[in-house]
């Protein structure tokens, strides 16, 4: 059987930039793993941008603005890095109004509690009139990748509504590097370090284990379509053979979330057997594992007619 890596770990923590590192891949893994997560975290992640842009006074990104030193095109470029976080709805609006000389910033923005904006520094125009006013209205949405204007426009447009490119995913950056160690007395495994750098709007720790929860959900419905006969003959010998059978089953045929199942597999444990011989507060000196994964183990063992181990 091929052995498993050691759990991961972050070796490097600056602001929105993490390095992991995974150790004790058997030959091959490293790259096989490394180039999976960095494909699931540059296209998969969901994130919000903004979609729409209206700008009073300017009704197409061609338009020059009296009173304002950029012209709409360098206006609707400095929009575009706006890095937002939507904490409800799919989408929302936000709304600036200004006037008078000034450098106006993300900070003007006026945005409403169900969203967050992570970079208010960020520049947008430059106003060189006291007595220029200057409007915008965003519409910020929820998505996945990117998506050109084209298709972010859905039917006519309004008049004034400027679209615009949609950088949803909340990852600037994914680098990853494999070289060999010693495991035993083999020196091929692979030490696989993983350096992601996120937008703000997430942590880099979220991006990994989002993107291991995106594969380890797309890899249990492809097992399932092959293991589906086989799960129907386990059940059928467990109800005739009884209990010890039962704890014969993998941890994965507990369908537990991916976080859950995840520290379960990374603390060594494989099986329900494994499970029932740890305790609550066993379970809660694991790594990863907190009160609500220990009460979704609990409710879905209840469901095979065991419990854990009593505490001493």
Same mark, same amino acid.
């Not at 450098?103 to 006291?130: M, R, W, Y």
């Not at 298709?151 to 070289?179: M, Y």
């Not at 499970?275 to 609550?280: L, M, T």
């Given at each position: 059987?091929?052995?498993?890596?050691?759990?991961?770990?972050?070796?490097?923590?600056?602001?929105?930039?993490?390095?992991?590192?995974?150790?004790?891949?058997?030959?091959?893994?490293?790259?096989?793993?490394?180039?999976?997560?960095?494909?699931?975290?540059?296209?998969?992640?969901?994130?919000?941008?903004?979609?729409?842009?209206?700008?009073?006074?300017?009704?197409?990104?061609?338009?020059?603005?009296?009173?304002?030193?950029?012209?709409?095109?360098?206006?609707?470029? *400095? =929009?575009?890095?706006?890095?937002?976080?939507?904490? !409800?709805? &799919?989408?929302?609006? $936000?709304?600036?109004?200004?006037? %008078? @000389?000034?450098?106006?910033?993300?900070?003007?923005?006026?945005?409403?509690?169900?969203?967050?904006?992570?970079?208010?520094?960020?520049?947008?125009?430059?106003?060189?009139?006291?007595?220029?006013?200057?409007?915008i209205e965003l519409t910020i949405e929820r998505g996945i990748g990117?998506?050109?204007?084209?298709?972010?426009?859905?039917?006519?447009?309004?008049?004034?509504?400027?679209?615009?490119?949609?950088?949803?995913?909340?990852?600037?950056?994914?680098?990853?590097?494999?070289?060999?160690?010693?495991?035993g007395d083999r020196t091929d495994f692979d030490r696989l370090s993983?350096?992601?750098?996120?937008?703000?709007?997430?942590?880099?720790?979220?991006?990994?284990?989002?993107?291991?929860?995106?594969?380890?959900?797309?890899? *249990? =419905?492809?097992?399932?379509?092959?293991?589906?006969? !086989?799960? &129907?003959?386990?059940? $059928?010998?467990?109800?005739?053979? %009884? @209990?010890?059978?039962?704890?014969k089953l993998v941890v994965e045929d507990l369908k537990l979330t991916?976080?859950?199942?995840?520290?379960?597999?990374?603390?060594?444990?494989?099986?329900?057997?494994?499970?029932?011989?740890?305790?609550?507060?066993?379970?809660?000196?694991?790594?990863?594992?907190?009160?609500?994964?220990?009460?979704?183990?609990?409710?879905?063992?209840?469901?095979?007619?065991?419990?854990?181990?009593?505490?001493?």
């Amino acid at each position: 059987m091929i052995s498993l890596p050691l759990p991961p770990k972050v070796i490097q923590k600056k602001k929105n930039q993490a390095v992991f590192e995974v150790e004790g891949l058997y030959p091959g893994y490293g790259v096989t793993i490394g180039n999976s997560l960095r494909r699931v975290l540059l296209s998969s992640l969901q994130g919000a941008a903004v979609t729409e842009v209206k700008i009073k006074g300017a009704p197409h990104e061609f338009s020059t603005m009296s009173g304002v030193l950029e012209d709409t095109i360098m206006i609707l470029l *400095n =929009i575009k890095n706006l890095r937002f976080k939507i904490f !409800e709805g &799919e989408s929302q609006k $936000v709304i600036l109004k200004v006037k %008078g @000389e000034k450098e106006v910033t993300g900070a003007d923005f006026k945005c409403p509690s169900q969203i967050k904006l992570v970079n208010p520094e960020l520049h947008i125009a430059t106003i060189t009139d006291k007595k220029t006013e200057l409007e915008i209205e965003l519409t910020i949405e929820r998505g996945i990748g990117y998506v050109p204007k084209d298709s972010v426009k859905k039917g006519k447009a309004e008049i004034g509504a400027i679209a615009v490119d949609a950088i949803f995913t909340p990852i600037r950056n994914v680098n990853f590097q494999v070289e060999n160690m010693r495991v035993g007395d083999r020196t091929d495994f692979d030490r696989l370090s993983l350096e992601i750098e996120t937008d703000g709007t997430i942590t880099p720790e979220e991006a990994f284990f989002e993107a291991c929860d995106i594969l380890i959900k797309h890899f *249990n =419905i492809i097992f399932q379509g092959k293991a589906g006969d !086989e799960k &129907e003959e386990a059940v $059928v010998s467990e109800e005739s053979e %009884g @209990e010890a059978d039962v704890t014969k089953l993998v941890v994965e045929d507990l369908k537990l979330t991916g976080r859950t199942l995840n520290a379960l597999v990374n603390n060594g444990i494989k099986t329900v057997g494994g499970v029932i011989k740890k305790s609550e507060k066993g379970l809660a000196e694991l790594d990863g594992m907190g009160d609500k994964a220990i009460s979704e183990i609990k409710r879905k063992i209840k469901k095979l007619g065991l419990e854990l181990k009593s505490d001493e």
